[in-house]
């Protein structure tokens, strides 16, 4: 053979080999993935299940309260991602509260960056999955009422919301007329496809209070006007109050639930309380 035949023979000889170091380490991941995939199991199906657990709920009593005596409870469900550690404060921009207030924990938590906020329901894009977290949401609120009324002497309740909390309002309260006394609803909106006509019809006696911020961007005047047009074309009577904020909740906006509901003389002004969204 020519020395040239010897050197074309190396150098194809060379070149296989190369392209056999090059490859061999590819080939062998892809074995190894291949074989891989083939005894992992299936992803897991995702489910929910109930159980008991205790939550949260700041009680505010009036200065003088008497255990003998019976209170009007407004209990304060809080918006989406926000808590009750905040929500409760709103107690205190309130003109002398001669009631009970309780401000329970949403069950879902939410981690918010550095802070842990609260849900009333989780975030699932099935619509089977929402109506039975509907309906667990409204029993984990009732239960929380008839604890309440368990241990404090109510003479009334009243449901108080703000945007997600707002929305939860209506679904407890058209829900079950014969538990509350009325409904203040800031920030947030009614959700109509819940509701049947003979649920609207049987809760029309319940009195509303809608409030809004006129600079909010987020639940708006638009949402407080739909709201308050639909349950008054239903027959409810409905109160619908601006104030000068964005998305959440001032002292003078509380202050005229607070003269709705009970007629309290016009108090004086206090600072701004604000709740979460």
């Known amino acids: 053979m020519s020395t040239r035949a010897i050197t074309g023979v190396m150098s194809w000889a060379v ?9 061999a380490p590819a080939l062998g991941l892809a074995q190894e993935s291949a074989a ?3 005894i992992l199991p299936s992803p897991p199906e995702i489910t929910y299940f109930e159980a008991t657990a205790s939550f949260l709920c ?10 003998e005596r019976a209170y009007p409870l407004i209990v304060g469900l809080h918006g989406y991602a ?8 709103l107690y205190y921009a309130f003109a002398h509260p001669d009631f009970i207030y309780a401000a329970p924990q949403a069950p879902y938590a939410l981690p918010m960056g550095t802070e842990l906020g609260y849900g009333w329901l989780p975030d699932i894009q099935s619509d089977d999955l929402y109506e039975h977290f509907s309906q667990v949401t409204q029993e984990y609120v009732l239960t929380l009422i008839d604890q309440l009324k368990a241990r404090y002497n109510v003479s009334e309740v009243y449901l108080l919301g703000f945007s997600q909390g707002c929305a939860l309002s209506y679904l407890v309260g058209i829900n079950n007329p014969e538990l509350v006394s009325g409904l203040i609803c800031y920030g947030g909106w009614l959700e109509t496809g819940w509701f049947t006509d003979e649920q609207f019809a049987a ?9 809004y911020g006129r ?11 739909a709201a308050m047009d639909e349950l008054t074309r239903r027959g409810f009577t409905v109160e619908l109050y601006g104030y000068d904020e964005g998305h959440s909740i001032t002292a003078d906006a509380l202050q005229a639930a607070q003269r709705w509901m009970f007629g309290d003389p016009e108090p004086p002004g206090q600072p701004n309380a604000e709740a979460g969204v």
């Not at 700041?58 to 255990?67: E, Q, S």
């Not at 809760?203 to 409030?211: C, T």
């Open 58 to 67: 700041p009680v505010h009593l009036p200065r003088d309260y008497d255990p």
């Open 36 to 38: 891989t995939e083939s």
């Open 15 to 23: 070149l296989a080999v190369l392209l056999c170091l090059i490859l």
């Open 203 to 211: 809760a029309r006696d319940i009195p509303v209070f809608i409030g």
């Open 215 to 225: 600079d909010d961007q987020i639940m708006g005047y638009d949402k407080a006007a």
């Open 82 to 89: 926000s808590s009750p550690q905040r929500f409760h404060s």
